[in-house]
């Protein structure tokens, strides 16, 4: 078994999956059923000053793993929150012996009210989102919270907010850590047998979370962790244990979870951390701190990878299952795949694009070893 247990900022983590700020931490007893259900540690819902009117319906999903939500931070009082809700979810949290990170929102005044009150609970940590504010004001927004409590604080992005990796940057002297990325928009769906919003938001806007969401996280921890010394937590589109080896990889210390939950339920986090349990030991790795990081420290010096090959895709024909998938995705006409016949390449044609390859859904298909792979500095 690996190490798969993370210490950051002081705080420990009984494994790299934790809860993402959303309806699966909306209230205490969701916080305890997130910690029964294996978080290595818990990270409650957005709270404000006042507690947000949510439009109703607020949340549908999109594709298999995907969802577009409307529901802003918490509908609950921040009394309700201060008097009962964090009391329950921290009770959890000492339980299971693993730390509580509270979540806060949106203005300087707000978070210079909020900070010390729910730093005076006893939480190990406070997450505040950037989610509505002008990216213009998030430094004096850190700085109000930095200023205003002695615990950790953590700056959550949003894609939208502009170059992740300048804002990070421009944050990293007033921040002790890093959460990239909150959900994608706005975006619109519509249900075409009304010609109505599916959401009940106004002209029914709502965010996209979940598995569509991961390349754009993925890159955004990249380019956070490339910028900053600071830990990043990686959120977005995680919905298995390769999604955290590979967000650790882009330079994650810590993974968080939403639109899974949501959709597949608390005991995820357990399912996660034992799937990256097994690929480490799959890959020989003994913690999880040797992946960390470790396609920043590749590519993370503007390095551009040219493939300078002339190889065709080989096949492995012992895997193949001879369903001729490859065949109508080669817009170059190279593979020849008739259906229960193995492939065929025409290497004067083959463009080496890799789609065929990239479908292939027994891996039969490969390209050879990139003995072609050169690294070109970038001016
Ligand atoms: C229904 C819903 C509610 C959310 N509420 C919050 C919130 O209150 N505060 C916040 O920072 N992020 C919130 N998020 C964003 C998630 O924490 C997360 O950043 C985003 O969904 C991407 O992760 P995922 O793909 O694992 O869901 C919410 C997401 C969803 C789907």
């Given at each position: 078994?690996?190490?798969?247990?993370?210490?950051?900022?002081?705080?420990?983590?009984?494994?790299?999956?934790?809860?993402?700020?959303?309806?699966?931490?909306?209230?205490?007893?969701?916080?305890?059923?997130?910690?029964?259900?294996?978080?290595?540690?818990?990270?409650?819902?957005?709270?404000?000053?006042?507690?947000?009117?949510?439009?109703?319906?607020?949340?549908?999903q999109f594709g298999a793993s995907g969802m577009l939500n409307t529901e802003l931070w918490t509908e609950l009082s921040p009394e309700q929150w201060l008097d009962h809700e964090y009391e329950v979810g921290l009770a959890a949290a000492r339980s299971a012996g693993i730390p509580f990170i509270a979540s806060i929102g949106y203005t300087p005044d707000d978070l210079r009210a909020l900070g010390p009150r729910v730093e005076a609970k006893g939480v190990d940590a406070i997450e505040f989102t950037v989610h509505y504010l002008d990216p213009a004001r998030v430094v004096e927004t850190a700085r109000a919270l930095k200023d205003s409590v002695k615990i950790p604080i953590i700056a959550k992005l949003?894609?939208?907010?502009?170059?992740?990796?300048?804002?990070?940057?421009?944050?990293e002297p007033h921040v002790d850590a890093f959460a990239c990325i909150n959900s994608f928009g706005p975006t619109l769906a519509i249900d075409i047998e009304r010609a109505e919003p599916l959401l009940g938001s106004e002209f029914g806007y709502g965010w996209l979370s979940g598995a569509p969401l991961k390349p754009l996280a993925v890159r955004s921890v990249f380019e956070v962790a490339r910028r900053v010394k600071k830990p990043v937590i990686g959120v977005g589109g995680v919905t298995t244990g390769k999604d955290v080896i590979e967000m650790f990889m882009a330079g994650a210390s810590l993974v968080g979870i939403c639109t899974v939950v949501l959709l597949r339920g608390q005991r995820m986090h357990q399912k996660l951390a034992t799937e990256v349990d097994q690929w480490l030991d799959a890959h020989g790795y003994s913690d999880i701190r040797q992946i960390q990081g470790l396609y920043v420290q590749r590519f993370g010096h503007g390095q551009r990878v040219v493939v300078d090959t002339e190889e065709i895709p080989v096949l492995a024909a012992d895997r193949c299952i001879k369903c001729g998938k490859c065949e109508p995705v080669c817009f170059h006409d190279a593979m020849k795949a008739p259906l229960k016949s193995l492939p065929e390449v025409s290497p004067d044609l083959c463009f080496q694009c890799g789609l065929c390859a990239s479908v292939c859904p027994t891996d039969a298909l490969s390209f050879a070893p990139r003995s072609g792979v050169t690294m070109r500095q970038l001016a």
């Amino acid at each position: 078994m690996a190490k798969i247990s993370v210490d950051l900022l002081g705080m420990s983590f009984r494994n790299p999956i934790i809860p993402a700020a959303g309806p699966n931490v909306g209230n205490g007893e969701q916080l305890s059923r997130a910690a029964a259900g294996g978080a290595g540690g818990l990270l409650a819902k957005t709270i404000s000053r006042e507690a947000a009117r949510v439009p109703r319906p607020n949340m549908v999903q999109f594709g298999a793993s995907g969802m577009l939500n409307t529901e802003l931070w918490t509908e609950l009082s921040p009394e309700q929150w201060l008097d009962h809700e964090y009391e329950v979810g921290l009770a959890a949290a000492r339980s299971a012996g693993i730390p509580f990170i509270a979540s806060i929102g949106y203005t300087p005044d707000d978070l210079r009210a909020l900070g010390p009150r729910v730093e005076a609970k006893g939480v190990d940590a406070i997450e505040f989102t950037v989610h509505y504010l002008d990216p213009a004001r998030v430094v004096e927004t850190a700085r109000a919270l930095k200023d205003s409590v002695k615990i950790p604080i953590i700056a959550k992005l949003s894609p939208h907010s502009g170059d992740l990796g300048d804002l990070a940057a421009a944050l990293e002297p007033h921040v002790d850590a890093f959460a990239c990325i909150n959900s994608f928009g706005p975006t619109l769906a519509i249900d075409i047998e009304r010609a109505e919003p599916l959401l009940g938001s106004e002209f029914g806007y709502g965010w996209l979370s979940g598995a569509p969401l991961k390349p754009l996280a993925v890159r955004s921890v990249f380019e956070v962790a490339r910028r900053v010394k600071k830990p990043v937590i990686g959120v977005g589109g995680v919905t298995t244990g390769k999604d955290v080896i590979e967000m650790f990889m882009a330079g994650a210390s810590l993974v968080g979870i939403c639109t899974v939950v949501l959709l597949r339920g608390q005991r995820m986090h357990q399912k996660l951390a034992t799937e990256v349990d097994q690929w480490l030991d799959a890959h020989g790795y003994s913690d999880i701190r040797q992946i960390q990081g470790l396609y920043v420290q590749r590519f993370g010096h503007g390095q551009r990878v040219v493939v300078d090959t002339e190889e065709i895709p080989v096949l492995a024909a012992d895997r193949c299952i001879k369903c001729g998938k490859c065949e109508p995705v080669c817009f170059h006409d190279a593979m020849k795949a008739p259906l229960k016949s193995l492939p065929e390449v025409s290497p004067d044609l083959c463009f080496q694009c890799g789609l065929c390859a990239s479908v292939c859904p027994t891996d039969a298909l490969s390209f050879a070893p990139r003995s072609g792979v050169t690294m070109r500095q970038l001016a």
